[in-house]
């Protein structure tokens, strides 16, 4: 006989039902498959505080959210800023580009753009701009600038300032009329010619480059100042035992030289004959003295000689007149010329005439150099002097021989 312990239905223990544990428990009620496979009820999610919907947090949801919006379209704009910066240009060609002086970045960002060198103004211009907190600037000047050169390429060639450089040249023994023609008619530099000209021998001789946008003025002032300072070079190094005095004296001598000849190995050679005639007491009888008086600072005509019956015009200028040396320079000597009178050579010559060959032969004596004349005129003879011929005048070149010549005095 079964104890009530085993009756189905109910629970084991102390009589109310159990587990065991005194906990008591309901009756087993069975349950379909479709029933067990339920998901049982959830309970629900805790109620939103108060705090939690408040403005505040409301508002800094909102701004931190638009903070990472702002960054994300400052992210993507210097992206693209960097991009466009880097990526090869919208030129096809090869370009000139003009900065003019004062022209700040965002002119210059501007024509850049219009000129069609960069595809975006302000692209180019805020990235740049960073570029130059360092100190560095955009220089003026007129630039080259390369087919699909990219923004920073154009950005680096400005502040290189290595802009297109033209040049002007003056060669040795121009007057200084002469050379203010030709920084005139140089069609690339700007600016108005000065009132009233430079002293003659006063501006240096060279070649002078420069940008676009600068002026006649400031190429003068170079002009000037480099003749200065090698004057000043050259004198502080001269011989001691010149006969020539002071700077002025000094720079008219060379000018005369210059004209002479433009052979580098007789300049010195020349200078040395000049010297021993000053130191004679004899005329220096130097053709060019004539021309100056004659023709002044334009020059003589090209297809114009010096003829014998020019020996005798009286001018301030003519040395075959005249003792000494004349008032003003004749032309602008250039260093050669200035060392070659500073450091003449050491010889006994006092004449010289053509060689023929666009040199010159000296002599030291009178016989010596009738001989070299006559020699130089069998030469021209031979030639065709189509001028001289059809006025039945002899053409001079160096010192004249026979009684037209300067002789040295007798010693006693």
């Known amino acids: 006989m079964n104890s009530s312990n085993d009756q189905p239905g109910y629970g084991s223990g102390n009589g109310h039902g159990g587990n065991g544990n005194g906990t008591t428990r309901g009756p087993i009620i ?12 959830v309970p629900e999610p805790p109620r939103r505080s108060k705090k939690a919907r408040s403005q505040l947090v409301i508002f800094l949801n909102f701004v931190m959210t638009m903070v990472v919006l702002v960054c994300i379209v400052v992210i993507g704009g210097l992206y693209y800023m960097i991009r466009t910066f880097q990526d090869p240009g919208p030129l096809e060609t090869n370009s000139h580009f003009m900065v003019r002086p004062g022209n700040g970045l965002a002119e210059i960002a501007n024509n850049l753009e219009r000129n069609g060198v960069v595809s975006d103004a302000r692209v180019f211009r805020y990235v740049t701009a960073t ?5 560095e600037t955009l220089k003026a000047g007129e630039y080259d600038i390369k087919a699909k050169a990219s923004m920073k390429d154009v950005m680096e060639t400005l502040i290189s300032g290595k802009s297109i450089l033209y040049s002007v040249v003056f ?10 023609l030709r920084l005139n008619e140089d069609a690339v530099l700007e600016g108005d010619m000065p009132a009233e000209l430079p002293a003659e021998g006063s501006l240096r001789p060279d070649t002078y480059k420069f940008s676009r946008g600068t002026k006649r003025s400031e190429i003068l002032s170079q002009m000037h100042a480099a003749q200065q300072k090698t004057i000043d070079q050259i004198w502080e190094k001269r011989d001691p035992d010149l006969p020539v005095k002071t700077k002025a004296e000094f720079v008219v001598l060379a000018s005369i030289v210059e004209k002479e000849t433009g052979k580098d190995d007789e300049r010195a050679h020349v200078a040395s004959v000049f010297i021993n005639r000053l130191n004679k007491g004899m005329r220096l009888q130097s053709d060019p003295t004539i021309v100056y008086g004659i023709f002044g600072g334009e020059g003589k005509p090209s297809d114009r000689p010096i003829y014998k019956s020019d020996l005798t015009k009286q001018t301030p200028y003519n040395t075959y007149q005249i003792k000494g040396l004349p008032p003003t320079p004749i032309s602008n000597p250039g ?10 050579w050491r010889t006994n010559d006092l004449y010289f005439v053509a060689d023929g060959t666009g040199g010159h032969v000296f002599a030291a004596t009178l016989e010596e150099h009738n001989a070299n004349v006559r020699r130089w005129r069998r030469i021209e003879a031979e030639r065709s002097t189509g ?18 010549a300067e002789k040295p005095p007798k010693s006693n």
Not at 31 to 38: D, F, I, Q, R, V
Not at 335 to 344: G, I
């Open 30 to 41: 069975p349950k379909s498959p479709n029933e067990a496979l339920k998901p049982e009820r």
């Open 131 to 135: 570029y130059l907190r360092g100190g």
């Open 171 to 180: 060669p040795e023994g121009l007057t200084v009329r002469q050379m203010m």
């Open 335 to 344: 260093r050669a010329a200035l060392e070659a009178v500073a450091n003449p």
């Open 387 to 404: 001028n001289a011929a059809a006025r039945g005048e002899e053409v001079v070149d160096g010192q004249p021989d026979g009684d037209d």
